[in-house]
């Protein structure tokens, strides 16, 4: 990325006065004259050399802001106070860490070791294991046949509250190969139950796809607190993907049960049935109007 | 919730540049969502604090909040509860970009309604994939 050096340019600037906000907190720390603000002030300033750090990939500035943060955060829970000892303590810590910012800058490393103590200090002193978090490891499939995917997807009824949603979700999806929706209607109440802000439909897809199940996973990540998510591979492929006319008939399902709310038992055996999943040809939803219309005309 | 068609979605948003603020006391990560999201055909808005994008949303409709979590004035956390106590913004995707892995923090965000997370250091790519994952 050519924009990459602008970057780091104002992310060290950047540095430069974070580092100055963080050295005069820490004064008034050291006497005893730091607010709870103070203390924000602080945590926000090593915060924010830790995420820009991190974009950048400055490892061991990441790591040492992050044990520097620890303790700041379990100063600001009143889980550690701030004596003589630990102010010290902070401004070390300060020190060191403009010293790998400037390491970081000027691309020539610290002697390894040159921050270990220091991190070893602030981590006793917070009392409680604080060991750099391990990274998001990669999940890599060797997998390149196409599998077919059947996945159930309930969403809880609250789904839409955090902008979470169904269509979105399906159509991420499809990035991924053919994809086929049928709705489940089952949770579905009668129009005049309805409320808006609530998910009643629940769906089976089937997904081919050439990539690995982590990527669906992936699709369903902010999702699957919210929902009931099986993913299972088909052993065949008898199910070949269809064209996907599932939204409209999940569109069109709505408007045809609220029939029963007008009262007449126009079609009784449609009352029998009681499906719990349907998935419906548009020519047949067409041709059940057709004849609804002829009933009522005669 | 039944709006456009899957297969409608991508012709008319190409169109319509989907609008982000992006949200973050450092400058050089509000810099670097913008460029990323710019250069994807997203329209971006900075503010540097959760006081400051809620003025700037005041009356505002828009398509995508991406906020961090620790920031000076309001929080990230304060300022997607406000978000979504706003009839305006109540179903706008709210994305928190965090440096924490904590599960509690992602429960926070969950429980004020953020929509989904993602973890500094991003990756370029992946935050232009969520950001059209989410935006409808």
Known sequence: ?298 | MISASPARCPAWSRKVAKRVIAVDDSKTMRDMVSITLRRAGFEVTVAEDGQKALSVLHGVQIDLVITDLNMPNLDGISLIRALRADPRHRVVPILMLTTEQDPARKAEGRAAGATGWLTKPFDPDKLVELAHRVCA
């Open chain 1, 1 to 298: 990325m050519s924009d990459l050096d602008d970057f780091k340019k104002t992310y060290f600037e950047e540095c430069g006065e974070l580092l100055d906000q963080l050295y005069a907190g820490l004064s008034g720390i050291a006497e005893a004259r730091g607010d709870a603000e103070t203390l924000n002030a602080v945590f926000r300033a090593v915060h924010s050399i830790k995420g820009g750090g991190g974009a950048f990939g400055f490892e061991r500035l990441v790591s040492f802001a992050h044990a520097f943060e620890a303790l700041l955060d379990m100063m600001r829970d009143g889980r550690v106070s701030a004596t003589p000892a630990v102010a010290a303590l902070l401004v070390r810590a300060a020190d060191a860490l403009s010293d790998l910012v400037d390491a970081a800058r000027s691309g020539q490393e610290k002697p390894p070791g040159f921050e270990a103590e220091l991190m070893a200090a602030l981590q006793a002193a917070g009392g409680a294991a604080v060991a750099a978090k391990p990274r998001a490891e990669t999940v890599r499939s060797e997998s390149t046949g196409t599998v077919h995917y059947r996945i159930g997807f309930a969403p809880h009824a609250d789904l839409f509250q955090r902008a979470n949603d169904p269509l979105l979700l399906i159509r991420a999806l499809k990035r991924l190969g053919a994809v086929t929706a049928e709705p489940d209607l089952t949770r579905l109440p009668d129009l005049a139950a309805i409320d808006p802000d609530l998910a009643y439909l629940a769906w089976t897809i089937r997904l081919a796809t050439p990539a690995p199940r982590s990527a669906i996973e992936e699709v369903f990540e902010f999702a699957a607190d919210d929902c009931d998510l099986s993913i299972e591979a088909e052993a065949d492929a008898d199910s070949t993907p269809q064209p996907a006319h599932a939204d409209e008939a999940a569109a069109g399902k709505p408007a045809s049960s609220t029939q029963p709310a007008a009262g007449r038992a126009s079609h009784p055996e449609a009352a029998g049935e009681q499906p719990h999943s349907i998935r419906v040809d548009v020519e047949k939803v067409d041709r059940v109007v057709n004849l609804v219309g002829e009933l009522v005309i005669s």
